[in-house]
């Protein structure tokens, strides 16, 4: 069951509109639905790799999901199965992307990405729900997958903790929400790979959300992460910090959102920080009718770790000795798409993406060099395809129960 992207137009409310209750809303009420999406793509980056160009082609974001409610919405369980594995086993080309091996290359998510069961409750005025199973730690933003790029920013991995045993508590008075989560420390080595259960509990995460204002939403959050890199313990510890507000705006046909948000992960020994990585970013789009057009803004720090004979793939499990300093990564993106008429209820969209990134050593002297290791410290990325959905696709991954909107 699952899964992951950003909603068709005509499928559901366009990706980022987002859809009030998210992932185990649902309009709060009993039954089942169940959705697909797929996205082809081709991309183009120039310099890729020592000043040569590289052109390649996908099927990115391949995935099923379902929900299930019972006892009048109360209870729900959903799921998303995540098919990358089979499709971008060599990642998927992608300009200052980085984790669980893969640099410049999004690696593939676990074909489980998510199976998570909620119970929903009331005490007074208060509202509150406990949700256990596979998925995301309350920390951070959104699911990418959800946003209105194909594309995923180089922040991935210092905004958002998923791909978890997690259990989560959650509780809401009116327009705040509070969110405590428990969870393995270890992210996934590979699409098939499971956690670590025997981790369960060596890290936890609380976020604290807040809507003010019709459309607004403020979300602050803190993690500590235990050993990510090195799955069986003694690893680096993250601490990590997320800041963000999201603004959703709606007019008959047109719709509007905005994201910006801040995340910062220490990379500890002990009470003391060996490595800094820091991200700031901005996203806003707007859709009118089956068109829209989205821009983003990034300048996030990635750790540049050592290479293997591939290029685009580092040593897992990974040593802490193999980071040989950071890279600055900023970068521009803009995207226009059009959503075609369905058949046999697939809804087709067409979209072209470009990218503008310049990378720099974020500390000097400098072990890497991204212009010399490149070819330039400019970078481009042309992208263009088609996505697919068919059924109801959530429109928001990341939170459950009374924390969903």
Known sequence: MVAAGSALAGAAPAVGQGVPGGHGGHGGADGFRAGLRAVGVVTRVVPALGGRALTEGYLTQPALFGWVGFWGGRAVLHGV???????????????????????????????LHEFVATVAGRAGVVAFSFSAGKGFAPFGTDDPGVGPFVKYPANHHLAQVLERAVVVGA????????????????EPEGP?????????GDSWSVRATVWP????????????????????????????????GRYEWCSGPVRAYGL???????????????????????????RRGAAELAFRYERTVRPEEERLADPFRTARPASDFHIL?????????????VGLPGWCGLVPELFVEVSRHVARPA?????????????????????????LGAGAVPARMGRYGVAAR
């Not at 098919?83 to 999004?106: F, H, I, K, M, P």
């Not at 990379?267 to 707007?286: D, K, N, P, Y």
């Open 81 to 111: 199965a995540n098919l990358e594995g089979l499709t971008l086993a060599e990642g998927e080309l992608s300009v200052g992307a980085w984790g669980e091996g893969y640099l410049d290359r999004r690696h593939p998510h676990t074909y």
């Open 171 to 186: 509780a809401r008075w009116g327009r705040l929400a509070v969110e405590a989560g428990s969870f393995n420390g270890d």
């Open 192 to 200: 098939g790979d499971g956690p670590a259960l025997a981790r369960f």
């Open 363 to 387: 500390l000097r002297p400098a072990v890497f060099v991204p212009a010399a290791f490149y070819g330039s410290e400019r970078l481009w990325s042309f992208s263009a395809g088609v996505g």
């Open 213 to 244: 204002a019709r459309g607004l939403e403020l979300q602050a959050s803190r993690a500590e992460v235990a050993s990510p890199e090195q799955a069986q313990g003694g690893g680096l510890d993250q601490w990590k910090w997320s800041v963000s």
């Open 260 to 286: 910006v948000e801040w995340a910062r992960t220490d990379e500890r020994i002990g009470a003391r920080t060996a490595f800094r990585f820091r991200s700031v970013l901005a996203e806003g789009s707007v």
């Open 325 to 337: 300093g950071a890279t600055r990564w900023e970068g521009l993106t803009g995207r226009a798409s």
